[in-house]
């Protein structure tokens, strides 16, 4: 089973923020962030490794909650450029089997 | 960042034909990965491949699908009696050193008539 996103869509106009939740049934011992932008491969954006832990990357930082088997990612005064489908990526524990969420579409407007 | 490049860009077939999609990292790697993704829809993994064995593969990766790593450089991946249903973007990744995360090629389309 794949990891589930919520929301699947979203639309902010410039300089809005946004949350993206990734949430599993299995545990979770790592949660990897990507934007895909249309017509392109996913591009890798963070790692976070432990439970707890926060990261961040300009104005993009994420959580993990090993717990919950959860994690967010925050984008704030979102740009243009921060348009695209979010998703997040694990590898199954115990398999060499990776895994990507269902996905979150993202459109910022002027 | 690792680089990988994918050949070719854009790959017309008909349906019953074989195809060989190519990548090729720009530095030594041992973990490789295919995953297909249908215009709009999920990523999906098709297979992980480690030290020229195949170390984990999905449901999707049936018997018309193959991979190798021909010359210790390329790794192919062999789709042999095409479908229409096999249309799809096709991407390869490398994994990360240190960490499990996923660096992509460009990725091929590829179309079956």
């Known amino acids: 089973q794949q990891p589930v996103q919520s929301p699947q869509a979203v639309i902010l106009r410039e300089g809005e923020d946004a949350v993206i939740n990734c949430s599993s049934s299995?545990?979770?011992?790592?949660v990897h962030w990507y934007r895909q932008k249309h017509g392109e491969a996913p591009v890798f954006l963070m790692i976070?490794?432990?439970?707890?832990e926060q990261k961040g990357h300009d104005k993009i930082s994420a959580s993990f909650n090993e717990k919950k088997q959860q994690s967010s990612l925050y984008l704030t005064a979102s740009q243009l450029s921060y348009s695209g489908t979010y998703f997040c990526?694990?590898?199954?524990?115990?398999?060499?089997?990776?895994?990507f969420g269902t996905g979150t579409r993202l459109k910022v407007l002027a | 960042e690792p680089e990988v490049t994918q050949t070719p860009s854009h790959q017309v077939t008909q349906m019953g034909q074989e195809v060989i999609l190519r990548c090729v990292p720009i530095?030594?790697?041992?973990?490789f990965y295919w995953y297909r993704q249908i215009l709009g829809q999920k990523v999906e993994f098709l297979v992980s491949?480690?030290?020229?064995?195949?170390?984990?593969k999905s449901e999707i990766f049936d018997d018309q699908f193959s991979v190798e790593r021909p010359d210790g450089s390329n790794f192919t991946l062999k789709i042999r009696s095409t479908k229409l249903e096999d249309s799809a973007m096709y991407f390869c990744?490398?994994?990360?050193?240190?960490?499990?995360?996923?660096?992509f090629g460009p990725g091929t389309r590829l179309t079956v008539t």
């Open positions: 990744a490398i994994r990360g050193r240190e960490n499990d995360e996923q660096y």
């Open positions: 299995k545990a979770l011992y790592s």
């Open positions: 976070l490794l432990k439970g707890g």
């Open positions: 990526g694990t590898l199954r524990g115990g398999t060499y089997k990776y895994i």
């Open positions: 530095s030594n790697h041992l973990y």
């Open positions: 491949f480690y030290n020229n064995e195949i170390s984990e």
